[in-house]
């Protein structure tokens, strides 16, 4: 399997709860540490990212949190401004329009602005350029919202190049929906958990970013997986031991669903399954993002 690193533009997501932050926080510092200059952007939400990394909140400007590794909080009022200073060019007028009181009270009823200039600020630093002609940012790791939203987000530009007039709105939507849509640029990694809800999300995303969407899912995270550590053999030998029984039948069970669950997404995606174990760790920070990194060594790397 190709590595993420033959793309640019890494979409995880996955249901609420899976754990899609902290795999998107353990691919970028992945890419980072390739030597990739690697911007990961969260939309709209409260931090995680830099906090599982132990930095401080990025916030709504591009961060540097460590060497090849950005950060940012893509928020919905200063990728206005952005959106309206790249396609208004200058700041004078941008100030006339969009910081009008009355067209801002009529912006928030355009549908899908606000995605569209969130995704827009995403799609920009994917094409923005150094001085001297190379990317400025080599990966763009987007930690998507959750299941349901991710499609709508990401399928504004589609809706909108179908239904808006010729113009400078149209002509940014077919930019960003073309370098979403193009397989040599973006991946989608779906993130489930060994459970029958979270399987079957992913699936559905799944099914709706190839049929809505046109991106092509890369690969799937089954998160918290539980390793099978004892064998049927084992079990019989517990027998005489209740309580020792009752702990290695339940490890024994849920490992079979880890099993069960990483089959039915191999099967259904046609694309690898990649296991995280379940981590017992005091807290959760860059001691647990490291060792989910080294879990998804292949993923990024193509080894498996």
């Given at each position: 399997?190709?590595?993420?690193?033959?793309?640019?533009?890494?979409?995880?997501?996955?249901?609420?709860?899976?754990?899609?932050?902290t795999v998107a926080a353990a691919l970028?510092?992945?890419?980072?540490?390739?030597?990739?200059?690697?911007?990961?952007?969260?939309?709209?939400?409260?931090?995680?990212?830099?906090?599982?990394?132990?930095?401080?909140?990025?916030?709504?400007?591009?961060?540097?949190?460590?060497?090849?590794?950005?950060?940012?909080?893509?928020?919905?009022?200063?990728?206005?401004?952005?959106?309206?200073?790249?396609?208004?060019?200058?700041?004078?007028?941008?100030?006339?329009?969009?910081?009008?009181?009355?067209?801002?009270?009529?912006?928030?009823?355009?549908?899908?602005?606000?995605?569209?200039?969130?995704?827009?600020?995403?799609?920009?630093?994917?094409?923005?350029?150094?001085?001297?002609?190379?990317?400025?940012?080599?990966?763009?790791v987007l930690d998507a919202p959750a299941?349901?939203?991710?499609?709508?987000?990401?399928?504004?530009?589609?809706?909108?190049?179908?239904?808006?007039?010729?113009?400078?709105?149209?002509?940014?939507?077919?930019?960003?929906?073309?370098?979403?849509?193009?397989?040599?640029?973006?991946?989608?990694?779906?993130?489930?958990?060994?459970?029958?809800?979270?399987?079957?999300?992913?699936?559905?995303?799944?099914?709706?970013?190839?049929?809505?969407?046109?991106?092509?899912?890369?690969?799937?995270?089954?998160?918290?997986?539980?390793?099978?550590?004892?064998?049927?053999?084992?079990?019989?030998?517990?027998?005489?031991?209740?309580?020792?029984?009752?702990?290695?039948?339940?490890?024994?069970?849920?490992?079979?669903?880890?099993?069960?669950?990483?089959?039915?997404?191999?099967?259904?995606?046609?694309?690898?399954?990649?296991?995280?174990?379940?981590?017992?760790?005091?807290?959760?920070?860059?001691?647990?993002?490291?060792?989910?990194?080294?879990?998804?060594?292949?993923?990024?790397?193509?080894e498996k």
């Open positions: 399997m190709a590595g993420l690193l033959d793309k640019r533009l890494w979409v995880v997501s996955g249901k609420g709860g899976v754990g899609k932050s970028a510092l992945r890419s980072a540490r390739a030597g990739r200059r690697t911007l990961v952007c969260e939309v709209n939400t409260q931090e995680r990212i830099s906090r599982f990394l132990e930095h401080p909140a990025a916030g709504p400007e591009v961060t540097l949190l460590e060497e090849n590794l950005w950060a940012v909080d893509v928020r919905p009022q200063e990728a206005m401004r952005e959106y309206g200073l790249m396609v208004l060019r200058f700041e004078a007028l941008y100030k006339t329009v969009f910081e009008n009181r009355l067209v801002r009270y009529f912006l928030r009823f355009i549908p899908s602005l606000q995605e569209l200039v969130l995704l827009g600020k995403i799609m920009y630093h994917l094409q923005e350029k150094l001085p001297d002609g190379r990317w400025r940012f080599d990966t763009i299941t349901g939203h991710a499609i709508s987000f990401l399928s504004v530009p589609h809706v909108l190049v179908q239904t808006v007039p010729q113009g400078p709105m149209s002509r940014e939507a077919q930019k960003m929906r073309d370098l979403l849509v193009d397989p040599s640029v973006t991946a989608a990694v779906l993130v489930a958990l060994p459970e029958e809800m979270p399987v079957n999300e992913a699936l559905e995303l799944h099914a709706a970013l190839k049929d809505k969407v046109h991106i092509r899912t890369h690969a799937a995270v089954l998160n918290q997986s539980i390793p099978e550590r004892f064998t049927e053999a084992d079990l019989e030998a517990l027998v005489g031991h209740p309580e020792l029984h009752r702990v290695a039948q339940a490890n024994h069970d849920r490992a079979s669903l880890t099993v069960l669950a990483g089959t039915k997404l191999e099967r259904n995606l046609h694309a690898p399954v990649f296991t995280v174990p379940r981590l017992y760790l005091p807290t959760f920070g860059r001691d647990a993002i490291e060792q989910v990194m080294g879990h998804l060594e292949a993923l990024v790397m193509g």
